[in-house]
């Protein structure tokens, strides 16, 4: 069915104009009818977040996400959109999505006055009405709502006239959804510009007063920290959103597995696959479960996913490589290749106590931490009781991040605690899981302090009784 053109033919149509809370709303109901996920790839908000979010749209009220960093606020924002009709029109040519029906801009209410049914109408794309800005304290009234056009007064309007306002991000968003990120970081001047438009729907531009009753939905999103600090946002702009909702990390090892699983980069490596054992996904998950509740690790700005993504694809890449030098078919990462996560960590914490303690100490601390709490999940140390009395009585073995995983094999094959385990672990059969399955064990035993551990090198060691 062809789509009217002009005012006449939609008149004619009989669409309706809604605005854009009763349409947020008409297709958030249809999606609890169908069960079609609103935020498709947040991971872990279920049964917290997002029935708060959508309280808020049956509601009609703006929304302030109040979270740390890596919580998925930007993301779930950006989602919105999918809550929005396909398409909509608008008057052609208008800067801000004028709604045919009720226009608010000069150049609309012109347009139509000259050219009544005939005035032409386009369609606007949702991805086209929204728009988001991060808030910062050199951001101006020209960028959020407009300022005089110097070119347009050149060719010869008056300062006075509409016409020579170029519009700023959220008239442009009108009919849409502006999100604004780091909402405390604008200037309190900003804030009350801000609030100015969105409460008395007027702003001033160069002494000269204009009504803009806009149809904009708006989400903010800020840090705990600084939205709780006292003058950092003002009142009556605080007091404008109608739901403030708490995001979190996630709540469980298993929520941020999945969520690592999801966002990590994945590359095709020629005659190598890659396959990642349980234990080593719940070590890198756990490495960010500890640093959220370390005390050497500033918890003010937040312990972000964004580790567990990065720090799981480095484990995952430096056993890729190591595959790749060594001729392997299959890449297996083991604890070994924990070092390759080092980088992604000491960039993603911020330390309380800067000077003090070194960087690189408290991550070997995490990732110990991570390595003993995970080891300590799937076995008890008295389950090896027989392996640590070979030990005591000479047995060493010999792990390294560039060891074949044969030499693995090679060394244990004929003790019964390692078969074992590896069996437990999922690896039997499979040299290189069998190598990560050995090193997890042999750490997991010297951090339960039943094994003397020697560092022959960066990454080789030698554990002995």
Do not use: C
């Amino acid at each position: 069915m062809t789509k009217p053109r002009t005012l006449g033919e939609l008149r004619e149509s009989g669409y309706q104009v809604l605005s854009v809370r009763e349409e947020m709303r008409k297709n958030l109901i249809q999606k609890l009818r169908t069960g079609e996920p609103i935020f498709p790839g947040v991971i872990g908000y279920d049964h917290t977040v997002i029935p708060q979010v959508e309280n808020a749209i049956l509601s009609g009220q703006d929304i302030i996400f109040l979270g740390e960093r890596g919580q998925a606020k930007t993301r779930m924002a950006r989602s919105l959109v999918n809550l929005l009709d396909e398409e909509v029109p608008a008057v052609a040519g208008s800067e801000i999505h004028d709604n045919p029906f009720a226009p608010i801009s000069r150049y609309a209410r012109d347009l139509i006055a000259e050219k009544g049914d005939d005035t032409p109408i386009v369609w606007i794309r949702r991805e086209e009405r929204y728009a988001e800005k991060l808030a910062t304290p050199d951001t101006t009234i020209a960028d959020l709502i407009g300022e005089v056009d110097p070119i347009k007064v050149a060719e010869g309007r008056y300062l006075s006239d509409e016409l020579t306002i170029h519009y700023g991000l959220i008239p442009r968003t009108n009919r849409g959804i502006f999100a604004i990120n780091e909402l405390p970081d604008l200037a309190e001047r900003i804030q009350v510009g801000l609030l100015n438009i969105l409460e008395e729907r007027d702003v001033q531009i160069r002494g000269y007063r204009i009504r803009l009753p806009l149809d904009v939905y708006i989400v903010a999103s800020a840090n705990p920290e600084d939205y709780t600090n006292r003058g950092r946002i003002i009142t009556p702009l605080k007091d404008r959103y109608g739901s403030q909702i708490r995001t979190h990390y996630p709540e469980t090892i298993d929520l941020e597995i999945e969520i690592m699983e999801q966002e990590r980069r994945q590359f095709d490596t020629d005659g190598i696959e890659v396959m990642v054992p349980d234990f080593m996904r719940e070590v890198v998950a756990e490495i960010t479960h500890l640093a959220r509740r370390s005390h050497d690790v500033s918890q003010r700005s937040g312990v972000s996913v964004r580790m567990s993504i990065s720090n799981y694809e480095n484990v995952i890449s430096n056993a890729i490589k190591r595959a790749i030098r060594l001729g392997e078919k299959q890449a297996v990462p083991r604890i070994s290749d924990l070092h390759a996560a080092i980088a992604s960590t000491t960039g993603k914490i911020e330390l309380e106590a800067l000077g003090e303690v070194q960087e690189d100490r408290i991550v070997d601390k995490l990732m110990q931490g991570a390595v003993l709490t995970t080891f300590n999940r799937y076995f008890s140390v008295r389950d090896f009781d027989d392996l640590v009395l070979a030990f005591e009585n000479g047995l060493t073995v010999e792990t390294s991040d560039m060891m074949p995983a044969m030499n693995y094999v090679h060394q244990v094959s004929h003790i019964d605690g390692f078969r074992e385990a590896a069996g437990r672990l999922g690896a039997a059969g499979n040299p290189s899981a069998i190598a990560s399955a050995v090193e997890f064990v042999l750490e997991g035993l010297h951090l339960n302090r039943r094994l003397n551990k020697d560092t022959g090198g960066r990454t080789g060691v030698r554990y002995r009784g």
